[in-house]
């Protein structure tokens, strides 16, 4: 089971959940194209907040090569399996 913090909220999971499952790093703008396409209700908006506070707390890690992008980290995998208790 996973181990949530307070600071956490539905769309980490989300934004978790496909970047671990693509296994591939992402914009913000290639994260809400693809969640236009698959019917995930995220908007660019909620990624522009969200991501930094993933990032903060090791869940990601931004890429700068030409712009931002977005790769899901081991401790961000951890936290999905139910081996990290992202509260700590």
């Known amino acids: 089971m996973r ?10 999971d989300t934004i978790l ?26 908007s660019y908006s909620t990624l522009k907040r969200r991501l930094p506070t993933l ?5 990601v ?3 700068e090569t030409e712009g931002a992008w ?5 401790k961000g ?3 999905l399996a139910g081996e990290f208790d992202a509260s700590a």
Do not use: P
Not at 22 to 31: H, I, P, Q
């Open 3 to 12: 181990q949530r913090a307070d600071w956490m909220t539905g769309a980490d």
């Open 17 to 42: 959940e496909f970047l671990a499952e693509t296994d591939a790093a992402f914009s913000k703008r290639g994260l809400e194209v693809n969640f236009e396409r698959e019917n995930i209700g995220l």
């Open 55 to 59: 990032e903060e707390h090791g869940l």
């Open 77 to 79: 995998r951890a936290y």
């Open 61 to 63: 890690e931004e890429l």
């Open 70 to 74: 977005y790769l899901i980290t081991d």
